[in-house]
């Protein structure tokens, strides 16, 4: 009979018609009946169930029920009770999942009925039955849902005035809430209580699908909220995450304005003197009223005042400008102003501003002689004060102003004591004016020179402000020019050697007379010896001085000869750039490239983390490699530290137990001639697992796995990650070796939702040991600098192991020959370096390096239009003789999967024979056109020199002859020129020739 049974309900379909649905209740039923005849089983200790669970509308709930008998079961599925859904929702038959319903999931397993539901509208709520059949009874268990609306929250903000004060009134609305939330106010802080200053009304309305929408109104006058107060909607609902939730309503607040009082002074027309006197209100909220109070009315009658209001649109912040002009300012000295200003934020003692006008006056004069330069052979005292520094008016004593004769450039500053805010300098000769070439500029009385005996006399000069006025006398005494030697000046040259281990540059000032001084201006940095020698000849002097540097400096340097010397009107200032060694002496023409990376390996069952430090470009004497572990130095990692060298290489290497630096940053610093400071490169070592974005092997293609073939065994599994040399994937590796005797375990990757990788399981056994692999392929930028997860799953639980995708990046691609910068027209907003190559040599290349962490990168190169360069590792090739085809722009790539850098390259090829041919073309065609002058201006002289009869009697042969020059010198749009010359009378053409002159501009560029 139980077979019969077992056969039938194995043979009954999910999608079977109401009738067999039917037989399958009763047969229940029988069952159900003939169990309970054997003996009666507690239902609840053989079901787990949680029976009220709240969900809430939009979300996942899931609903949990566990069969935790001993009997084979032949169904198991969940069915609402009291509903028009009278079929089962989800469950499992004959060891198959099924779901019915579009918000039911799967169950977990046949006895673990635990389902997730999506809760899509209010109607889900209700009572729920999950029901286990086995071969001798039925078990039936009852979850009730209750399902939540969460409100949607809204404030709004609205604006009254009622009697002259401004009210606002803040709304809150939980819209479609169930139940119905509870709403508060808070402002400033503090919990709002109905009543005083404020007044809250709510009101609520149902809703026919059960939900309920409440509206909170808070109102209160604005002057009394404090100025960055805020006011917030406190909205309590049972659905909420959190258990209050606070909406910010957005209501106005008034704010005190700033008052100032300003005055400044302007002329206006005909000189008329004017003040002007503003109060401004800035920041008021609402606008505040401004008013000027004056002092007493001119005798013109009382000026206008002007009140102007901007008004920000965004803000609607008010600023008010209350101002009034003043004629006469000198009228009202002395008097007061008051600013009157009304704003219910301010407070009563800052509603009133005073400001009283200026008094001036003007108590002294002091003159300056700022710069004498005198002619050769003088000696002026530039710079030095007047005998006579102070005079008051009225004083008797004059101001003496000594000067040579022949001197030029001779200024006399005056400088007036006073309030005054500017004023007026004039002056006058005795006589009442001043000689040509004696000016006032500004402050200043200038004497342009050369200064003569005639320039001796009493000067008189004024400092004026419209009425206040103060007179200077002042003296200037000439004194009898001193005939002193001829002063040559100097014939100065640079120069430089360079020899095996240091560099010379001499500067030398040569036939001079007196001997010119020579000195250094040197950077910071390398020192240098210098070394200086004089010599005297033929009435002359000859001074060198010699400057000693290393033939290797750290970067560019720039020295600076100064030459200084009588004839010299200011000192000589010569540069010398000394280039640095990577563009000087190292053959490469780069600065080393340092890279870091790092593996591991297992010794003695101890497993260790080796960093590698490399050096390339360099020499092996030039580079000092240290090490920084942690942030410390790895001072005691000494026993550990090898050096290796590999043709022009040169590699530092840390190895250390890996317990000792897991977890921790292990830096590399490189010290080099080349480099202008030690470069610092850092890799991360990881924990097991995880593996650092600069530790990729270029050898074997893949990243460095703490799990190698002589590993011991683990309980936990080795993750690493490996580039694919197949395809443009990367596969994470997750391996679990253990003894046959613990038993298996399954290894996974968690995978992210829409994901489009490839994951597959192996397990076996190797030489008596179990193992399990996972592997799952995927595209970089997928999983770019973020972790993927292993799950181990054995007897002992789950276990997780991390393993971390490195984030690569290109952050440039530099060009490392010397170059200049521009931008080039047709590519906007890009850099283009400029590199010159040598017309006909062969063998030349570009030197290109990659700047970022990626473990390899591939470098193309084309040209402008499309055509590919050769590209060996970082260098752009020129095997055969460059030639002017080679010129032109040319576009270089570096890329690495989906990271990539462009740089542009505008290459010249230079010629010396270019640059002589040029040359010769520029000289001569500049002797050409002096020629063709000499030539006109000796046939214009000529014709000048004949006789009145001789230019009658040859007037027309001549016009003849000046034909061709006529056109040069007329002007094509005067009908006064085209006019036949009269018999008798001189060419008009020959008038015009001779009060012309032709002027040739030859212009030209190497």
């Not at 002329?267 to 004017?274: F, Q, S, T, V």
């Not at 050409?928 to 042969?957: I, N, Q, Y």
Request: aromatic share 6%; charged share 20%.
């Amino acid at each position: 009979m139980q077979y019969i049974i077992a056969m039938l309900m194995s043979h009954i379909s999910l999608n079977a018609s109401n009738m067999i649905v039917l037989a399958l209740q009763l047969l229940g039923f029988a069952i159900n009946v003939w169990a309970q005849s054997t003996g009666e089983v507690d239902v609840d200790v053989l079901v787990e169930v949680e029976r009220n669970v709240t969900g809430v509308l939009g979300e996942e709930v899931v609903l949990r029920c566990q069969y935790m008998g001993q009997e084979q079961l032949i169904m198991s599925a969940w069915k609402k009770r009291e509903t028009r859904h009278r079929g089962w929702l989800a469950g499992y038959h004959a060891s198959k999942a099924f779901t019915q319903h579009q918000d039911f999931g799967l169950p977990a397993s046949p006895t673990n009925l635990s389902v997730t539901v999506n809760i899509t509208s209010l109607e889900a709520e209700g009572e729920y039955v999950c029901i286990f059949i086995s071969m001798m009874q039925q078990f039936e268990h009852s979850v009730f849902l209750t399902v939540l609306a969460r409100p949607d929250v809204r404030t709004n903000v609205t604006e009254t005035v009622e009697n002259g004060t401004h009210y606002q009134t803040a709304s809150c609305s939980a819209v479609a809430g169930k139940p119905a939330a509870a709403i508060g106010w808070s402002v400033g802080g503090g919990r709002v209580v109905a009543g005083g200053n404020f007044s809250v009304s709510e009101t609520t309305v149902r809703h026919g699908d059960g939900t309920s929408t409440r509206t909170s109104e808070l109102r209160f006058p604005t002057h009394l909220l404090e100025e960055g107060a805020d006011v917030k909607c406190v909205v309590g609902h049972p659905a909420l995450r959190r258990q209050d939730v606070m909406e910010t309503a957005r209501v106005q607040t008034f704010i005190a304005p700033n008052v100032t009082l300003v005055t400044r002074e302007g002329e206006g027309g005909e000189g008329e003197e004017l003040r002007e006197v503003s109060c401004v209100a800035v920041g008021g909220r609402p606008a505040p009223k401004v008013t000027l109070l004056l002092p007493g009315d001119a005798s013109e009658g009382p000026a206008p005042v002007v009140v102007r209001e901007e008004r920000d649109e965004e803000t609607g912040v008010v600023t008010v400008t209350s101002s009034v002009t003043l004629r006469g300012a000198r009228l009202h000295e002395g008097e007061r102003v008051t600013c009157v200003v009304t704003h219910p934020k301010l407070p009563e003692q800052l509603r009133r501003a005073t400001l009283t006008l200026p008094t001036y006056e003007l108590s002294s004069v002091r003159l300056f002689r700022q710069h004498s330069a005198g002619s050769a052979g003088s000696a002026g005292s530039a710079g030095s004060a007047v005998s006579s520094a102070e005079l008051h008016p009225g004083n008797e004593v004059e101001g003496q102003v000594v000067m040579t004769e022949g001197q030029t450039n001779v200024n006399i500053l005056f400088e007036v004591d006073g309030n005054v805010p500017r004023y007026q300098v004039t002056c006058a000769r005795e006589d009442g004016s001043l000689l040509e070439g004696v000016e006032v500029t500004g402050r200043f009385l200038r004497f342009e020179g050369p200064i003569e005996p005639r320039h001796a006399g009493l000067y008189t000069c004024q400092a004026s402000y419209y009425s206040h006025t103060l007179s200077v006398p002042l003296e200037i005494v000439v004194t009898p020019k001193v005939v002193e030697p001829a002063v040559v000046p100097p014939s100065i040259k640079i120069q430089t050697r360079e020899d095996v281990d240091h560099r010379t540059v001499e500067c030398s000032a040569s036939d001079a007379y007196p001997a010119a001084n020579v000195s250094w201006v040197l950077p910071e940095g390398p020192s240098g010896t210098v070394r200086s020698n004089s010599a005297f000849r033929n009435g002359s002097h000859s001074v060198t001085s010699a400057l000693r540097l290393p033939a290797c400096v750290p970067r560019e340097l720039t020295a600076v000869c100064v030459i200084e010397h009588p004839a010299l009107a200011a000192p000589e200032r010569r540069a010398v750039t000394l280039p640095a060694c990577g563009e000087g002496r190292h053959s490469s023409g780069v600065s080393p490239d340092v890279t870091v990376s790092s593996r591991t390996v297992w010794d003695e069952g101890t497993e260790y983390t080796e960093v590698r430090c490399s050096v390339r470009g360099g020499e092996r004497d030039d580079a000092a490699v240290s090490w920084r572990v942690g942030g410390g130095d790895c001072a005691g990692c000494a026993g550990e530290l090898a050096e290796s060298m590999l043709g022009n290489q040169t590699g530092s290497v840390l190895r250390l137990p890996t317990r000792l630096v897991a977890g921790r940053v292990v830096a590399c610093l490189v010290d080099h001639p080349a480099l202008g400071t030690p470069e610092r490169q850092e890799i991360w070592v990881p924990s097991s697992g995880a593996f650092p974005s600069s530790g990729y092997d270029e050898g074997r293609g893949t990243f460095p796995s703490p799990h190698t073939p002589q590993s011991p065994v683990s309980l936990v599994p080795v993750v690493s990650l490996v580039q694919l040399k197949t395809s443009a994937q990367w596969q994470a590796v997750c391996e679990l070796r253990r003894a046959r005797a613990a038993g298996r375990a399954a290894v996974s990757w968690v995978l992210p939702e829409n994901s489009t990788g490839r994951a597959a399981f192996r397990s076996g056994y190797e030489e008596g040991r179990l193992w399990a692999r996972s592997t799952y392929e995927f595209p970089l930028a997928r999983h770019e600098g973020r972790n993927l997860t292993c799950l181990t799953r054995d007897g002992r639980g789950t276990t997780e192991t991390t393993l971390h995708v490195p984030q690569f990046y290109i952050s440039s691609l530099r060009v490392l020959n010397r170059t200049t910068s521009y931008h080039w027209p047709q590519e906007e907003g890009q850099v283009t370096y400029r590199v010159a190559l040598q017309a006909h040599t062969p063998g030349q290349r570009i030197l290109l390096r990659v700047y970022g962490n990626v473990p390899q990168h591939n470098i193309t190169c084309t040209r402008r239009d499309g055509s590919a360069v050769r590209v060996v590792g970082g260098e752009m090739l020129f095997p055969q003789k460059v030639s002017e085809k080679d010129s032109g722009l040319y576009i270089c790539h570096a890329s690495f999967y989906h990271h990539s850098a462009t740089v542009l390259i505008h290459v010249e090829v230079t010629s010396d024979d270019l640059q002589l041919w040029m040359l010769a073309a520029i000289c001569f065609s500049s002797a050409a056109a002096v020629s063709l002058v000499v030539l006109v201006s000796l046939c214009v002289f000529c014709k000048r020199a004949d006789g009145e009869g001789s230019r009658s009697k040859a007037s027309h042969g001549k016009r003849e002859s000046l034909a061709p020059l006529t056109p040069l010198v007329q002007d094509p749009c005067s009908p006064e020129l085209k006019k036949q010359p009269v018999s008798g009378q001189r060419s008009p053409e020959y008038a015009d020739l001779v009060r012309y002159s032709i002027i040739i501009d030859v212009k030209s560029a190497v």
